[in-house]
């Protein structure tokens, strides 16, 4: 595997010889928070920032998402008919992806590119994206994701590990994707020897720096009806107020929404984020709401996320550790906690 | 604050034993630092987890809506007020409730501290009127009067304003020189800077509803931006659906919303959702001689009628 090592002041250049053959996106200031969002002509990625309040899902999954349009003009001759809207999948490149957010998408895509379906949106947005991550030289607090089969140095999902190296930062190739796009921003001087022992050190320490420790190692041979009816769920549940801020900040959240909007002849179908907090998610048209209770609602989010993905894929849990949820949830509902709490949890016989 | 916390817990645990009530609404400490975590204590074991510090932002009337037991609740001035509102507002009744008022100093704003620190704040201590905030490379003191949230530091009605028992003794209110002056701010604009305000406050909105979620006002069974039939607004980022959910939400606010705060501690993108309703705070002041929350025994001046109204449009 080659790794390459790039100059901080050649950055910016070979930044911007890249955008000429992709869109870039990166992490960027919106008023005082950092959001990742597609880069404008002379924006520079902020690679600082731990970590943004929302993921980078949003640049394979945008929060409201055309997929078809139709026109209701009688007097042409499609008519009627959704079609396919016209979005643009020219090679794009997200700049500074943190590992756990990349491992995210990884998860995320054992869900929208299965061997029955394959949906064409997500999966065409992905194909179209290299990923060039950034190490977490210094986790936050937050950061529990060397529990969740992640890490500050993961390389799941990436195409390109980023190390900050201060003055510099050593790219390590992980796929041809990502080979493309250093030799495109024209970067390819080899590192040395001594690097790559000194990006072993940085690796060690930043593993290390993660004090969290999340037992997950029973939840699979946990009955699931046990864990589902726990009496936990109701003390968990209580200060919940079922925003959807949880969801909304989770790289791994993918639920969504559809709507039909027309304007005079034009319709077009949306696809939004949607949240398993809020009541209406579940609400039949019948009136009937399996999930109606508050309770019911924060038992799904994390029944889901760490046992019904973990029982259906067998590919870890839905949440890399990432900790945003811990950090914006409005009343400090822990993932770390419930989790630990699930996997210590035996029934009463 | 450490007096305070030995009375509210001697008192919870006391309401609890001697059965006056079933449950104790309060806070326990969070996981993290600068968290507290809204807490139904059931047993007098569980009471002595109850705490009080500068970061009990939450309003914690919003957890009384159409509960049946009978309810212990810990309430800052602001809370007192929105359980007043709640009364009036038939959500929850007066005697089945016990509220233990707690006379405030105002509560911080984290991301502000956060600032004040180059690295991530990872301890967060209170001794009387000093915060010690530290992060793995610094540690500093500060006043909590320095730091207090916006709405607090516009307070006036930081004593509960209705209780049975009261924590400490009642604190100073303070009076200040001009209230609206955020306000005034906004109305002096012409229509093009008011919209470009407007337009860059809610920049960063995604919708997640935490304000919403957060506020003890907005308990309809289903919000009008939930409703689908007919559905009022479109659902997706759309800038003019983004500014209705807003609106709307403020007008359903208007003469009840007591600027406690939530919402806006609530909001993980720290959008200054309070900018709407102080406008109508403001109106019910000057056009009705009215605040919200002070008397159980007076109706919401946009849900009742008086023939000696100060204004002279119905006269
Ligand atoms: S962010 Fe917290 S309060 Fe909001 S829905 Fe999630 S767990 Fe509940
Ligand atoms: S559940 Fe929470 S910690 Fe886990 S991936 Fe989602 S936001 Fe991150
Ligand atoms: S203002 Fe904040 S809390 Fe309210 S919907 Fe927007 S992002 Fe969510
Ligand atoms: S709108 Fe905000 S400040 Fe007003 S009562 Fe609701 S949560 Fe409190």
Redesign the interface.
Known sequence: MKVIKIDKNKWTKGLDTARESYQLFGPVKIKENHCFAPLKRDQQPDMTVVDTVLSPKSTVFPQTEKLMTATLDTSKPNHHLMERADTDYSPRAVIGIRPFDARAIDLVKLNFDTKDHRDPYWCDAHDATTFVGLAVNTPSQFDFSTSMDSGPFDEKGLDVLLVDMDTGYLAKILTPKGEAFMACAGFNREATAGDLQKMEELKKAAEQAITTQVETDNLREKSLLDLHQAPFWDDVAFSCINCGTCTFVCPTCWCFDIQDETKGNNTTRFRNWDSCMSPLFTLHGSGHNPRGEKTQRVRQRFMHKLKYFLDKYDQGTMCVGCGRCVKSCPVNIDIREVCNVMNAYEPQK | MESYIEQIRTLAVDLLKSGKVDVVIGYRR???PM??????ARTPEQAKQLTWDSHCT?NLA??LTNRQEKIGIIAKGCDSRNIVNHIVENKINRDQLHIIGVPCKGMVNP?ELQTLLDD?I?SCAETGSTLTIASSQAEIKIEREDHLRNNCSLCTHRNPVIYDDLVGEAVEEPVLDDPFKDVNAIEAMDADEKWNYFDDLL??C?????C???CPLCYCP?CFV?E?DPQWV?????DTDIKTFHFLRAFHCAGRCTDCGACE??C???IHVRAFTRKLIKDSKELFGWEAGMDISKRPPLDTFAPDDPNDFIK
């Open positions: 969070g996981s993290v968290a507290t975590v809204p807490f139904m939450l919003n957890y991301k991530e990872i920049d960063g995604i919708r997640c509803y935490a919403r979620n957060a289903t939930d689908s479109g659902k997706g980022q759309n501690a609530a993980p993108m720290d």
